[in-house]
């Protein structure tokens, strides 16, 4: 896959274009690169997903939750297993932002990108003070030969699915609805570092993962997760919070995992968050503690063995 982080973004062969956020890739997303990759196929096409960096959401402080479902690390990731030919990450200012609509989509779209096909979300805005929309670029688009497609809504319970709604989910523990709606389980993927070592000392050695800063995780607690390391994929129990049984101060992600012994410091782990089992906690002793994560593994262990976690086993 081709990745550009910069404005040097001009292809040489024509191409078929999406464009939007993409921040978690959830259905709708997944809809808009479907539809991409198909006419790739069927008309010889390169096919581009084209997003933005930073988020906008960074730039004009418009979410109450400013934080990113996926990072920029694990959405290229995911666009590297969709197999798309191109991902251009374009550099996101107050100067890109202050764009005339018809002006982004003539010279970045349809003239650096050699646009022949274009798709975009129904409800996709663009350019200075998001006045473009669907309508202009169908517009501007047959003036130059490029044929230009809405894609609508995907709905899910009579409900539009978006980004924003999976955050909601994320914030209020509702993580099945979320993973439905993203398609795959929610994931937090980043490198092992060293922490305290505590578990070791308790039974519990867990791995200490370091994140993007920007990532949004559900709130401080407990959850059951599988992790991928090395291509085999491992149970467990992963806590977000500060440890205050132990006096922590900052935001870290442990995750322990069942009948495993490896050291990974320095690599990187992908986990999978599936239940919330319990909100984080201060307990008046180590030992409490101990206790507390005894019964935290069985909850794990009894979710991945229930009807629950069905319609996700054939994959995980």
Not at 181 to 201: A, D, Q
Request: charge should be neutral; proline fraction near 4%.
């Amino acid at each position: 896959m081709e990745h550009i982080t910069d404005v040097n973004i001009e292809q040489n062969v024509p191409t078929v274009v999406t464009i939007g956020n993409f921040d978690g890739m959830h259905m709708g997303h997944r809809a808009l690169i479907s539809l991409t990759k198909e006419f790739a196929r069927e008309e010889n096409l390169k096919s581009v997903v084209f997003t933005f960096n930073p988020h906008p959401m960074f730039l004009f402080n418009n979410k109450a939750h400013k934080a990113l479902i996926m990072s920029p690390f694990e959405k290229k990731h995911i666009m590297e297993t969709l197999e798309v030919d191109c991902y251009i990450e374009y550099p996101f200012n107050m100067e890109f932002a202050s764009m005339e609509p018809e002006k982004f989509a003539k010279e970045i779209i349809f003239e650096k990108l050699n646009c022949k096909v274009l798709i975009v979300g129904e409800n996709y805005r663009f350019g200075k003070k998001q006045s473009g929309d669907y309508e202009l670029l169908k517009e501007l688009g047959e003036k130059k030969g490029v044929k230009v497609i809405y894609v609508p809504s995907v709905l899910y319970d009579g409900e539009r699915v978006s980004s924003t709604r999976v955050r909601n989910c994320l914030i209020n523990k509702d993580i099945d609805l979320a993973n439905t709606l993203l398609t795959v389980p929610y994931f937090v993927m980043g490198e092992v570092i060293e922490g305290k070592k505590l578990g070791r000392t308790i039974g519990f050695p867990t791995a200490n993962i370091k994140a993007d800063n920007e990532k949004l995780f559900p709130p401080n607690g407990v959850y059951a997760t599988k992790t991928i390391y090395n291509g085999k994929i491992y149970s467990g129990v992963t806590n977000i919070g500060i440890n205050p049984t132990v006096n922590g101060q900052f935001k870290v992600i442990e995750t322990y995992l069942f009948d495993f012994n490896e050291m990974v410091y320095g690599e990187t782990l992908k986990t999978y968050f599936f239940k919330w089992i319990r909100d984080e906690q201060k307990f008046p002793s180590v030992s409490e503690l101990t206790n507390r994560m005894k019964i935290d593994k069985e909850m794990s262990k009894n979710y991945f063995d229930s009807q629950e976690f069905d319609k996700w086993r054939k994959l995980y």
